[in-house]
């Protein structure tokens, strides 16, 4: 009992928190109480906990605190006990990322993972290696190799996940380990058996051909470990996801297998992997089945685990998941209210009319208290429900509304909004009740992102309304109440009233006029702008700068700016030539709770960087579109290369990205011998000067186009050539002497119509556009097309135009329109009509353009 | 690095060993008593986990059911008196395995406590605690997830038994004991 007669003391000391109110610089000064000899070990372990639990409390040293207290813990080497020891690993890991000088320690550390005592080995070496710099480690590599194959399992484990650490920083060098880690999967104790197969799959990972020759000989070893198991699962289920012909075959009975375990974990993990497969798997019915099993667990974890997955089976098979409606619904009062909502969420999604009302009264009861991240969820589901069930619009709007008046996060906000939003897109009836409901919620909105947005779908969705006039009320509140951002959108969606609604024009010119007035002058402007094109009456303009207005990319109409101004600010701008804001894909539909993604930014972004380092990039205009990379090498090969096109109004730039996977070369003066088409014409060619082991670099090459667009069709040779340094695989060092040229075959490629042509499907609009370009020259022909199917046909087509599969309507005979913009700046539009007759498919093209030549050749492409 | 994949697009698990994203045990205010966060790219300053760790506290505290999804992490915690304990993951990570390491944290953490889980006592075993964290989790990667193997990589301080006590061996069987209790039930 005498350490509680010592806790005792303490709490009288100081309050029962023996580290409440510690201060650093007291701290620091016990440090010093490490020179003392001998050392005492508990009053030292003690000073350390201190220092530690300072840091962990996220207190900050300078270099020099840190570099002091590191040097004054070095002295506690001395003392032989155990628990001071480890405390001061500790330590010395945590000081380490602060202090200078750290590695001043590496001789004592390697001599206590070198030596006797078990206890400290294990820690020695998850110290010494977090310490340790590439060039040290080579001093070290022996005892690693030592020390992964070490009986001791603890010591192998920490060996081979300081490896893992490692890898990152030095990976060839731990690429040398991977033999000694081989022998360790197959140890008996669990945790060295994962740790070693992560570590050998780490050094693969860029290695797929090697990774096929682990999974396939461990999936038929007896892994005892669960861990490693989950992680074998990991890599079959990747493997499966890449591979497309029925070599996977053997993966997925693995997987299937693993559904037998007898652990939860391995269960489980076998379970989503079946469940989340592209490919799908024979039979989902046993993965099923298991999960089915887990919703009815005791443990949340589980239930959540269970009905998490099953959610995600939502979309791809219903009925499977209908089939385990029983266990979800005992899942709808669950206590833990994650768990809760997913179930009703997915009940909903599976369910028939006739539920609805019960699980939304059920959700009602608790939606208070779930996460902002499950009520998205909750959103989302009722969102799919609109369009599952129109008849059920008014009860969801109503409860979308409610809502939309608790607390909440913008996330949150915005998700509701989007959902109201897409009731009013797609149901008519809904529309009325939808936009009260939006207009109601933008009188009392925080977050302008928002108010704005809504603003806009009013003011495109109000004047089709029947009683156009109450929504003026609302919105002209807003320029009235709100702040500057909030006004202009105010002000643009008024003036989209006076454009569709003639009846209410002399109206909205009252109204402009007065925001003429505004203090902002984003308001004013656009009041005086909107004013000045409705005085006009002309239809063409109203349409083309009120109602339909042409959104370019805002990031790359950025840039064309600046570039514009830096190259020709006396020449017009032609915003035409910016690619246009993409139209967001739909996502997939799937009852899952929200994962963070990274902004995706479009390809033409990520590029225009790298593009930049062309000498007279400037001079080509602005990019009018780059087209998705192709691979011009296998993909196992010693140099990978692919494509990318870079289209410009008149020049076309050629990015070859390439990859050195050999570690022992070094290429110097990369450059592409092209052998382009005639007529094509080379302008530049910008070599990579030096390309390293798995660096990318890539080698420009800027051409000009023909100047009759009927000639820019064709095909393209090319080949890499080189000057080859051998180096040591290692450190990268070249070795001495003269390196030899070499070149490297590419497949060949082709320049095609869809390459230049920006097109998009046709949309409401299409055949008024298409009557209006009525006198714009057209070209017709008729073609008998290779395939069978016409459905099959008419996708070819579209592929062969750079359309989208949206284009293509109709069922017996297909009809696609489209239309786009060609590079350059030309509108052009097409329409072929596909029908299946007793010769095969035939299909007639017809392309209108007020550029005749531009015609000719959507119809050459094809053909 | 445009060579490399931006992410997996598909749903499946990454197949990584750095699956634990943080580990941190409060108190009953929700302050904090220990905590790692060990992924380099979330919550990187103190003042970030801080505010992670109020959030989490406040969503937990009262509702005892163990696991909740939270700023893109899976959480699953336990509590007991006056100590909560957490364990995260990526939002994408299998909860068992996240389960499992949890238990490994407040097995260890109660054995260590010779089953007196509570703050006043955590923070005299201050040192222990700090060191089993460091045997459960290594950067983010899993080290151990067996309490009474954990336990004894600890180093236990001997002397810290009074005469006439148990024994290491003793606290270890016990501990086996409860283990299998914990099991059966």
Same mark, same amino acid.
Request: charged share 25%; aromatic share 6%.
């Given at each position: 009992? #005498?350490?509680?007669?010592?806790?005792?003391?303490?709490?009288?000391?100081?309050?029962? *928190?023996?580290?409440? *109110?510690?201060?650093?610089?007291?701290?620091?000064?016990?440090?010093?109480?490490?020179?003392?000899?001998?050392?005492?070990?508990?009053?030292? #372990?003690?000073?350390?906990?201190?220092?530690?639990?300072?840091?962990?409390?996220?207190?900050?040293?300078?270099?020099?605190?840190?570099?002091?207290?590191?040097?004054?813990?070095?002295?506690?080497?001395?003392?032989?006990?155990?628990?001071?020891?480890?405390? $001061?690993?500790?330590?010395?890991?945590?000081?380490?990322?602060?202090?200078?000088?750290?590695?001043?320690?590496?001789?004592?550390?390697?001599?206590?993972?070198?030596?006797?005592?078990?206890?400290?080995?294990?820690?020695?070496?998850?110290?010494?290696?977090?310490?340790?710099?590439?060039?040290?480690?080579?001093?070290?590599?022996?005892?690693?190799?030592?020390?992964?194959?070490?009986?001791?399992?603890?010591?192998?484990?920490?060996?081979?996940?300081?490896?893992?650490?490692?890898?990152?920083?030095?990976?060839?060098?731990?690429?040398?380990?991977?033999?000694?880690?081989?022998?360790?999967?197959?140890?008996?104790?669990?945790?060295?058996?994962?740790?070693?197969?992560?570590? $050998?799959?780490?050094?693969?990972?860029?290695?797929?051909?090697?990774?096929?020759?682990?999974?396939?000989?461990?999936?038929?070893?007896?892994?005892?470990?669960?861990?490693?198991?989950?992680?074998?699962?990991?890599?079959?289920?990747?493997?499966?996801?890449?591979?497309?012909?029925?070599?996977?075959? %053997?993966?997925?009975?693995?997987?299937?297998?693993?559904?037998?375990?007898?652990?939860?974990?391995?269960?489980?993990?076998?379970?989503?992997?079946?469940?989340?497969?592209?490919?799908?798997?024979?039979?989902?019915?046993?993965?099923?089945?298991?999960?089915?099993?887990?919703?009815?667990?005791?443990?949340?974890?589980?239930?959540?685990?269970?009905?998490? &997955?099953?959610?995600?089976?939502?979309?791809?098979?219903?009925?499977?998941?209908?089939?385990?409606?029983?266990?979800? +619904?005992?899942?709808?009062?669950?206590?833990?209210?994650?768990?809760?909502?997913?179930?009703?969420?997915?009940?909903?999604?599976?369910?028939? +009319?006739?539920?609805?009302?019960?699980?939304?009264?059920?959700?009602?009861?608790?939606?208070?208290?779930?996460?902002?991240?499950?009520?998205?969820?909750?959103?989302?589901?009722?969102?799919?429900?609109?369009?599952?069930?129109?008849?059920?619009?008014?009860?969801?709007?109503?409860?979308?509304?409610?809502?939309?008046?608790?607390? @909440?996060?913008?996330?949150?906000?915005?998700?509701?909004?989007?959902?109201?939003?897409?009731?009013?897109?797609?149901?008519?009836?809904?529309?009325?009740? @939808?936009?009260?409901?939006?207009?109601?919620?933008?009188?009392?909105?925080?977050?302008?992102?928002?108010?704005?947005?809504?603003?806009?779908?009013?003011?495109?969705?109000?004047?089709?309304?029947?009683?156009?006039?109450?929504?003026?009320?609302?919105?002209?509140?807003?320029?009235?109440?709100?702040?500057?951002?909030?006004?202009?959108?105010?002000?643009?969606?008024?003036?989209?009233?006076?454009?569709?609604?003639?009846?209410?024009?002399?109206?909205?010119?009252?109204?402009?006029?007065?925001?003429?007035?505004?203090?902002?002058?984003?308001?004013?402007?656009?009041?005086?702008?909107?004013?000045?094109?409705?005085?006009?009456?002309?239809?063409?303009?109203?349409?083309?700068?009120?109602?339909?207005?042409?959104?370019?990319?805002?990031?790359?109409?950025?840039?064309?700016?600046?570039?514009? *101004?830096?190259?020709?600010?006396?020449?017009?701008?032609?915003?035409?030539?910016?690619?246009?804001?993409?139209?967001?894909?739909?996502?997939?539909?799937?009852?899952?709770?929200?994962?963070?993604?990274?902004?995706?930014?479009?390809?033409? +972004?990520?590029?225009?960087?790298?593009?930049?380092?062309?000498?007279?990039?400037?001079?080509?205009?602005?990019?009018?579109?780059?087209?998705?990379?192709?691979?011009?090498?296998?993909? +196992?090969?010693?140099?990978?290369?692919?494509?990318?096109?870079?289209?410009?109004?008149?020049?076309?730039?050629?990015?070859?990205?390439?990859?050195?996977?050999?570690?022992?070369?070094?290429?110097?003066?990369?450059?592409?011998?092209?052998?382009?088409?005639?007529?094509?014409?080379?302008?530049?060619?910008?070599?990579?000067?030096?390309?390293?082991?798995?660096?990318?670099?890539? $080698?420009?090459?800027?051409?000009?186009? %023909?100047?009759?667009?009927?000639?820019?069709?064709? &095909?393209?040779?090319?080949?890499?050539?080189?000057?080859?340094?051998?180096?040591?695989?290692?450190? !990268?060092?070249?070795?001495?002497?003269?390196?030899?040229?070499?070149?490297?075959?590419?497949?060949?490629?082709?320049? @095609?119509?869809?390459?230049?042509?920006?097109?998009?499907? !046709?949309?409401?609009?299409?055949?008024?556009?298409?009557?209006?370009?009525?006198?714009?020259?057209?070209?017709?022909?008729?073609?008998?097309?290779?395939?069978?199917?016409?459905?099959?046909?008419?996708?070819?087509?579209?592929?062969?135009?750079?359309?989208?599969?949206?284009?293509?309507?109709?069922?017996?005979?297909?009809?696609?329109?489209?239309?786009?913009?060609?590079?350059?700046?030309?509108?052009?539009?097409?329409?072929?009509?596909?029908?299946?007759?007793?010769?095969?498919?035939?299909?007639?093209?017809?392309?209108?353009?007020?550029?005749?030549?531009?015609?000719?050749?959507?119809?050459?492409?094809?053909? | 690095?445009?060579?490399?994949?931006?992410?997996?697009?598909?749903?499946?698990?990454?197949?990584?060993?750095?699956?634990?994203?943080?580990?941190?045990?409060?108190?009953?205010?929700?302050?904090?008593?220990?905590?790692?966060?060990?992924?380099?790219?979330?919550?990187?300053?103190?003042?970030?986990?801080?505010?992670?760790?109020?959030?989490?506290?406040?969503?937990?505290?009262?509702?005892?059911?163990?696991?909740?999804?939270?700023?893109?992490?899976?959480?699953?915690?336990?509590?007991?008196?006056?100590?909560?304990?957490?364990?995260?993951?990526?939002?994408?990570?299998?909860?068992?395995?996240?389960?499992?390491?949890?238990?490994?944290?407040?097995?260890?953490?109660?054995?260590?406590?010779?089953?007196?889980?509570?703050?006043?006592?955590?923070?005299?075993?201050?040192?222990?605690?700090?060191?089993?964290?460091?045997?459960?989790?290594?950067?983010?990667?899993?080290?151990?997830?067996?309490?009474?193997?954990?336990?004894?990589?600890?180093?236990?301080?001997?002397?810290?038994?009074?005469?006439?006590?148990?024994?290491?061996?003793?606290?270890?069987?016990?501990?086996?004991?409860?283990?299998?209790?914990?099991?059966?039930?």
């Amino acid at each position: 009992m #005498s350490s509680f007669k010592r806790d005792k003391k303490e709490e009288e000391d100081t309050g029962g *928190n023996p580290y409440q *109110n510690l201060d650093k610089t007291i701290i620091l000064q016990e440090a010093r109480y490490f020179n003392e000899t001998p050392v005492n070990p508990r009053k030292c #372990s003690h000073i350390l906990s201190k220092i530690l639990y300072l840091l962990n409390q996220g207190e900050k040293l300078t270099t020099q605190e840190a570099t002091d207290a590191f040097f004054a813990t070095t002295k506690l080497f001395q003392s032989k006990d155990v628990m001071l020891r480890r405390m $001061v690993y500790l330590c010395i890991k945590e000081l380490s990322k602060l202090a200078q000088d750290v590695i001043i320690v590496t001789s004592s550390l390697t001599k206590d993972m070198t030596g006797k005592e078990d206890l400290y080995r294990a820690a020695a070496i998850r110290a010494l290696c977090s310490i340790t710099d590439s060039t040290m480690l080579q001093a070290i590599e022996r005892y690693m190799k030592q020390a992964i194959v070490d009986k001791n399992p603890a010591v192998s484990s920490a060996a081979l996940v300081s490896a893992l650490h490692l890898s990152s920083t030095a990976p060839d060098l731990v690429k040398r380990w991977a033999n000694e880690a081989q022998e360790g999967i197959n140890s008996d104790n669990a945790m060295v058996s994962y740790h070693a197969l992560g570590l $050998v799959a780490a050094t693969r990972r860029n290695d797929k051909l090697s990774t096929v020759k682990l999974v396939t000989r461990l999936a038929k070893s007896p892994i005892k470990s669960p861990y490693a198991l989950c992680l074998l699962i990991r890599l079959a289920a990747q493997l499966v996801e890449e591979d497309d012909s029925d070599a996977s075959q %053997p993966y997925i009975e693995f997987i299937e297998c693993c559904l037998r375990h007898k652990s939860e974990m391995v269960i489980y993990e076998a379970a989503h992997a079946i469940v989340n497969l592209r490919k799908c798997a024979r039979d989902l019915a046993p993965a099923v089945s298991v999960l089915q099993l887990f919703c009815g667990s005791s443990k949340a974890s589980l239930r959540l685990a269970g009905a998490r &997955t099953l959610a995600r089976l939502t979309a791809k098979h219903p009925a499977a998941v209908a089939a385990c409606a029983v266990d979800l +619904e005992n899942l709808i009062s669950d206590p833990n209210r994650s768990v809760a909502t997913l179930a009703v969420t997915t009940l909903l999604a599976t369910g028939a +009319e006739s539920s609805i009302d019960r699980l939304m009264k059920q959700i009602s009861s608790f939606v208070s208290e779930i996460s902002d991240e499950f009520k998205i969820v909750v959103v989302k589901a009722i969102r799919r429900l609109c369009t599952k069930f129109p008849r059920k619009h008014q009860s969801l709007a109503a409860f979308l509304a409610g809502m939309l008046r608790d607390e @909440g996060g913008l996330e949150y906000k915005a998700a509701i909004a989007d959902a109201i939003i897409a009731l009013v897109e797609e149901n008519p009836d809904a529309k009325e009740t @939808g936009l009260a409901h939006l207009c109601e919620f933008i009188e009392d909105c925080e977050h302008t992102t928002l108010a704005v947005r809504i603003l806009h779908l009013l003011g495109r969705e109000g004047p089709k309304s029947r009683q156009p006039s109450r929504y003026i009320r609302f919105i002209y509140n807003r320029v009235i109440l709100e702040s500057g951002p909030v006004r202009a959108a105010a002000v643009s969606a008024v003036a989209q009233f006076g454009a569709q609604r003639p009846e209410l024009l002399p109206n909205i010119k009252v109204l402009l006029s007065r925001c003429e007035l505004d203090d902002e002058d984003e308001v004013r402007d656009r009041a005086i702008l909107y004013n000045a094109i409705l005085e006009t009456g002309d239809p063409q303009l109203i349409n083309d700068y009120i109602i339909n207005i042409q959104k370019p990319n805002p990031v790359l109409l950025e840039r064309a700016l600046r570039d514009h *101004n830096e190259a020709q600010p006396e020449a017009r701008f032609d915003i035409m030539a910016i690619p246009t804001e993409e139209e967001k894909q739909a996502k997939e539909d799937i009852v899952e709770v929200e994962v963070r993604k990274p902004v995706q930014a479009s390809i033409e +972004e990520i590029y225009s960087e790298q593009l930049a380092k062309i000498p007279g990039i400037e001079k080509l205009g602005p990019l009018f579109k780059t087209v998705p990379h192709i691979d011009l090498t296998e993909p +196992e090969t010693e140099y990978r290369v692919r494509l990318l096109k870079h289209i410009y109004a008149r020049h076309l730039v050629l990015q070859f990205e390439c990859i050195n996977t050999l570690n022992d070369q070094i290429l110097e003066q990369v450059h592409v011998r092209l052998e382009p088409p005639q007529d094509f014409e080379i302008r530049t060619i910008v070599p990579c000067q030096k390309l390293v082991y798995d660096k990318p670099d890539s $080698v420009f090459i800027v051409l000009e186009y %023909p100047s009759a667009y009927y000639d820019s069709l064709g &095909t393209f040779g090319a080949t890499l050539e080189f000057v080859v340094h051998d180096c040591d695989p290692n450190t !990268g060092v070249p070795d001495s002497g003269e390196g030899y040229a070499d070149s490297y075959p590419l497949e060949e490629f082709e320049m @095609g119509c869809a390459d230049q042509l920006r097109a998009k499907a !046709g949309l409401d609009d299409w055949e008024q556009a298409w009557d209006r370009a009525e006198r714009a020259p057209e070209a017709t022909d008729t073609f008998v097309l290779p395939q069978n199917d016409i459905n099959e046909a008419a996708k070819a087509v579209c592929e062969h135009l750079g359309l989208p599969k949206a284009a293509i309507s109709g069922d017996a005979v297909k009809e696609i329109r489209g239309g786009g913009i060609f590079r350059g700046g030309a509108p052009v539009l097409v329409r072929a009509r596909i029908a299946s007759s007793s010769a095969g498919v035939t299909m007639k093209l017809a392309a209108r353009s007020p550029r005749e030549d531009l015609a000719q050749l959507l119809l050459a492409a094809v053909g | 690095m445009v060579h490399k994949k931006i992410a997996m697009e598909g749903s499946l698990f990454e197949p990584t060993l750095y699956i634990v994203k943080g580990m941190c045990i409060l108190d009953n205010d929700g302050n904090r008593i220990l905590a790692k966060y060990y992924d380099p790219n979330t919550l990187t300053t103190a003042k970030e986990q801080k505010a992670f760790e109020k959030n989490l506290f406040n969503k937990t505290h009262r509702a005892n059911a163990e696991i909740i999804m939270l700023d893109g992490f899976t959480c699953v915690y336990k509590n007991n008196v006056d100590l909560y304990f957490y364990v995260m993951g990526s939002s994408h990570e299998n909860e068992l395995i996240l389960q499992s390491v949890l238990n490994a944290l407040y097995e260890s953490v109660s054995i260590l406590l010779r089953r007196n889980v509570e703050k006043r006592i955590i923070l005299d075993n201050l040192d222990a605690v700090m060191l089993a964290f460091d045997e459960i989790c290594d950067g983010g990667v899993i080290l151990d997830s067996d309490p009474t193997s954990i336990v004894s990589r600890t180093a236990l301080r001997t002397e810290d038994v009074p005469l006439g006590e148990q024994t290491v061996a003793q606290v270890l069987q016990s501990a086996k004991e409860q283990l299998k209790w914990s099991l059966l039930k």
